[in-house]
């Protein structure tokens, strides 16, 4: 008798436990605040990305890459080697989807649209040309991307859309585009 109700007691806690784990496995994985180093095709970087809600986090980062600058001796926007301070909003949007398809969340998986304000300093500006004076460029932009999981901490990011670049002296609409591997370091 006492056997019988050992394995019953028994029973009921190892129920008990299995659908306390099959609970916690039933709602989608929350954002996490993520530091990581970048390594774009051309550039690296330093990523901070702050969980703001349930779906929406705030982005910061600092690079050196190549960017879109203003000035320069034909006055048009030239492609050269720069510093890059950027801050955004994320608004990641189908996670609940992805969790239902069974498809991995750590380390903010998903698809999201973002808002962007970029800082290029003019000191940052890397040129060979002599006598030409690059102006601080700004950026302000909304795109689309994706971010997926390759290994354990590692990580890629798609993302295009479009900006209004521009100076104290001129302005200009810009394509945006950026892929780059994610290491999180924590």
């Not at 954002?31 to 986090?57: D, H, P």
């Not at 700004?138 to 990580?155: D, E, F, Q």
Request: a neutral charge; glycine letters at 8%.
């Amino acid at each position: 008798m006492k056997r019988n109700l050992k394995l019953t007691y028994l029973s009921i806690t190892l129920l008990f436990c299995s659908l306390t784990v099959y609970s916690q496995e039933d709602t989608v994985a929350p954002l996490e605040n993520l530091f990581s180093a970048n390594f774009n095709i051309i550039g690296a970087g330093l990523t901070y990305e702050r969980v703001l809600g349930n779906k929406f986090t705030t982005h910061f980062n600092a690079s050196y890459q190549l960017v879109g600058v203003s000035g320069g001796s034909n006055q048009d926007v030239d492609l050269t080697f720069a510093g890059n301070l950027s801050v955004g909003a994320r608004y990641y949007y189908n996670r609940e989807r992805r969790f239902e398809k069974g498809k991995k969340l750590t380390q903010n998986a998903g698809n999201f649209w973002a808002a962007e304000f970029q800082v290029i300093p003019d000191f940052t500006v890397a040129t060979e040309e002599r006598n030409v004076r690059y102006l601080t460029t700004y950026l302000v932009g909304a795109k689309y991307g994706l971010r997926r999981n390759i290994t354990r901490n590692l990580n890629y990011e798609c993302e295009f859309g479009l900006g209004y670049l521009f100076t104290d002296e001129d302005a200009t609409v810009y394509p945006l585009l950026e892929f780059k591997l994610q290491y999180v370091l924590f």
